[in-house]
């Protein structure tokens, strides 16, 4: 691509993507913001209970790019492992203060390497070297594939994966930079022209593991309970099949601090309970940064930990009342951890917490970078080929590694954890990774594998595959 090509790919970007104000998308729910992945990219873990909150949200993109130069800076700056294989982009959206760049990349079918920057354009310097996209991150996907899965049903199968790797902080300016390899799914395809986006943006994080809580143990009276009903337990951890006997819980309340001394965690309550005791852990619902869930530990006299026998969770509502399942105007979540302990001996232990604090930002990032055609830098090849009880079929090589495609007999995909390598005229190449998905019904995988330095495609003889030699054809 000529920098004339650039320039005028560049004014064709700025022009499409003028300031829109979404406001009309007040109300509807978070997961919209992240709908445009088709797949199944790594998703935000919840516990069962939880249930998704509606929010409001106001969507600005802006057609500024960032300051000319930035590749040119980055190459020479950085120097990065793929930066011979990648193109120019420089083309930036902005949101909540902070500006995310896609500054070169290149796209191989279903693989792509991509160089990308986070700026704080608010002056606060919000970002750090720990600055992460985590679960946010996303690359549309354009699946060649659709399976039926039911009467009426036709869903989009795609997945992807990647790996991150933050390679420069600049405090004076409070941008980070990062490199992403990205996988899809064989039978998905990246989007052309490639787009990737973001919906969260996590700052920094603080961490504890067994701080002492700031609560004596000793002489704990019978705790002020409430009484529950099997609806009222939303979830939570060992808890027993026969949940009949799971009629009382601690009364909602404001008892401590926890040590990341955030007010959107504390505890609610602890007591003792037919004779176990009871702490009650409360926290602000559905909030996608702040406390993590805690982890309660008891620590005894002689440095032993010793944890819950089992967890309740339940929900409550402004007033700290418990809810039912029937009801979903949460305000507040409760954890209730259950100690089997002498109450004789309380005395000498120390309740510790574990959980981490989390701070970030939610909008919405997104851009589209127009990339080269780069199929004659691929190699494709069809095999027939077994590996201990696997048939590889399909193969593909590019520059940035190796997919593979075929199927297994067995109760087990182990395709994943076989060594890969290439073999060239200068020597071997060992392959990471191995990730991908297989199809258990099907008995079918689909598998990448990725290369430390880019690859010259036509240097490579034969592919190794736990030693068993197949030919490049």
């Avoid at 509502?317 to 409760?334: E, H, N, T, W």
């Avoid at 399909?394 to 395709?415: I, N």
């Avoid at 060594?419 to 392959?431: K, Q």
Wanted: glycine content about 8%; charged content about 25%.
């Amino acid at each position: 691509m000529s920098a004339f090509d650039r320039d005028e790919q560049k004014i064709h970007d700025a022009l499409s993507r003028i300031t829109v104000e979404a406001s009309g998308l007040a109300g509807q729910v978070r997961n919209r913001l992240n709908e445009e992945i088709p797949g199944s990219a790594p998703r935000r873990v919840r516990r069962p209970w939880v249930v998704a909150a509606a929010i409001a949200a106001v969507l600005v993109v802006s057609a500024a790019a960032a300051a000319a130069g930035s590749f040119d800076w980055l190459m020479a700056k950085i120097n990065p492992s793929f930066g011979e294989i990648v193109e120019p982009v420089e083309v930036s959206c902005e949101d909540q203060g902070i500006r995310m760049e896609v500054i070169g990349a290149q796209r191989y079918d279903n693989r792509a390497i991509v160089y990308l920057s986070l700026q704080d354009i608010s002056g606060q310097n919000r970002l750090t070297e720990l600055t992460d996209f985590r679960d946010g991150f996303s690359v549309t996907m354009n699946p060649r594939t659709r399976e039926t899965t039911g009467p009426g049903e036709d869903v989009a199968v795609a997945g992807v994966s990647w790996k991150q790797k933050l390679l420069y902080f600049n405090q004076d300016t409070n941008t980070a930079y990062y490199e992403f390899n990205i996988a899809a799914d064989p039978d998905s395809p990246l989007s052309d022209p490639l787009e990737l986006g973001s919906f969260l943006i996590y700052f920094s994080a603080r961490d504890y593991k067994n701080e002492p809580v700031s609560v004596s143990l000793s002489d704990l009276d019978e705790a002020e309970i409430t009484p529950i009903g099997e609806d009222q337990i939303w979830g939570g951890m060992n808890v027993p099949d026969d949940r009949s006997g799971l009629t009382e819980a601690l009364a909602p309340g404001h008892y401590a601090s926890l040590p990341p001394g955030e007010d959107d965690q504390w505890v609610s309550n602890i007591g003792m309970v037919n004779g176990k005791l009871h702490v009650q852990i409360g926290q602000v619902f559905s909030q996608e940064f702040g406390s993590s869930d805690a982890t309660l530990s008891l620590k005894a006299p002689d440095g032993e930990f010793i944890y819950c026998d089992y967890e309740l969770a339940f929900l409550g509502d402004g007033k700290q009342r418990l809810l039912d399942k029937r009801i979903s105007d949460a305000v507040y979540k409760y954890e209730e951890s259950v100690f089997s302990v002498n109450p004789a001996e309380l005395d000498g232990y120390t309740l510790c917490f574990s959980g981490s604090f989390r701070s970030g930002v939610e909008g919405r990032w997104k851009v589209a970078a127009n990339l080269s055609d780069t199929s004659r830098q691929m190699r494709i090849w069809t095999n027939d080929i077994a590996v201990d009880g696997h048939l590889f079929g399909y193969l593909t090589l590019s520059p940035l590694g190796l997919e593979v495609r075929g199927s297994y007999k067995g109760e087990r995909c182990r395709a994943s954890e076989m060594s890969l390598a290439l073999e060239t005229a200068d020597g071997v190449i060992p392959l990471e990774g191995g990730g991908g998905e297989h199809d258990s019904k099907k008995q079918t995988f689909g598998l990448h594998w990725y290369t430390k330095t880019p690859l010259d495609v036509a240097e490579v003889t034969a592919v190794i595959i736990n030693g068993t030699r197949i030919p490049v054809e």
